[in-house]
T-cell receptor, first 111, second 115 residues
Framework: KAGVTQTPRYLIKTRGQQVTLSCSPISGHRSVSWYQQTPGQGLQFLFEYFSETQRNKGNFPGRFSGRQFSNSRSEMNVSTLELGDSALYLC??????????FGPGTRLTVL | AQSVTQLGSHVSVSEGALVLLRCNYSSSVPPYLFWYVQYPNQGLQLLLK??????LVKGINGFEAEFKKSETSFHLTKPSAHMSDAAEYFCAVSDGRQGAQKLVFGQGTRLTINP
């Protein structure tokens, strides 16, 4: 089975722009979660989608949003980018059990 | 609220020596606990998981961890370190409630192996 894939792997944006990141889960997995990883804050949970519905949400501002499609693929969007949004964004998928499988991440740099 | 504390942001051991990475958790419900490893420029790879079965959990690459409820700990060990073990290790806790997929991570421990 193919693992979790994320596109693009690297992205450079400027402040004020918006960005969309994509995640394709492992085939058959219906839960997709997103995490932000920064040197200062570590790994933080953004949100989780299951069957096209947001099921859990972390403590991030409304500029961070996501969605899930009927094929379980997920996108996250960050609007009005700030320098502090520079991070590695990780997507993880789960079959509904306790284990989450992570993708390689998208490294976002905001200039 | 759940939390995880990893003692030691950097650990350095010699090749062939014992690896011990410490993790303590806080959870108001029975926890599910995980150790993940991250190599440079990669995502997280699951090493092992505790899901309320055996308290001693064996994972990949020779790693194991022991769940100790009385100490609220889930330390990761490997009897003999290998150069390829150099990476960053994260302990994480998940709310045991059905359907809860949120992982709360510790700050990570960077493991260095000296030849």
């Amino acid at each position: 089975k193919a693992g979790v894939t994320q596109t693009p792997r690297y992205l450079i944006k400027t402040r004020g722009q918006q960005v969309t990141l994509s995640c394709s889960p492992i085939s058959g997995h219906r839960s997709v979660s997103w995490y932000q990883q920064t040197p200062g804050q570590g790994l933080q949970f953004l949100f989780e989608y299951f069957s096209e519905t947001q099921r859990n949400k972390g403590n991030f501002p409304g500029r961070f949003s996501g969605r899930q499609f009927s094929n379980s693929r997920s996108e996250m969007n960050v609007s009005t980018l700030e320098l502090g949004d520079s991070a590695l964004y990780l997507c993880a998928s789960s079959s509904g059990g306790r284990v989450q499988f992570f993708g390689p991440g998208t490294r976002l740099t905001v200039l | 609220a759940q939390s995880v504390t990893q003692l030691g942001s950097h650990v350095s051991v010699s090749e062939g020596a014992l690896v011990l990475l410490r993790c303590n958790y806080s959870s108001s419900v029975p926890p599910y606990l995980f150790w993940y490893v991250q190599y440079p420029n990669q995502g997280l790879q699951l090493l092992l998981k505790y899901t309320s079965a055996a308290t001693l959990v064996k994972g990949i690459n020779g790693f194991e961890a022991e769940f100790k409820k009385s100490e609220t700990s889930f330390h990761l060990t490997k009897p003999s370190a290998h150069m390829s073990d150099a990476a960053e290790y994260f302990c994480a806790v998940s709310d045991g409630r059905q359907g809860a997929q949120k992982l709360v991570f510790g700050q990570g421990t960077r493991l260095t192996i000296n030849p």
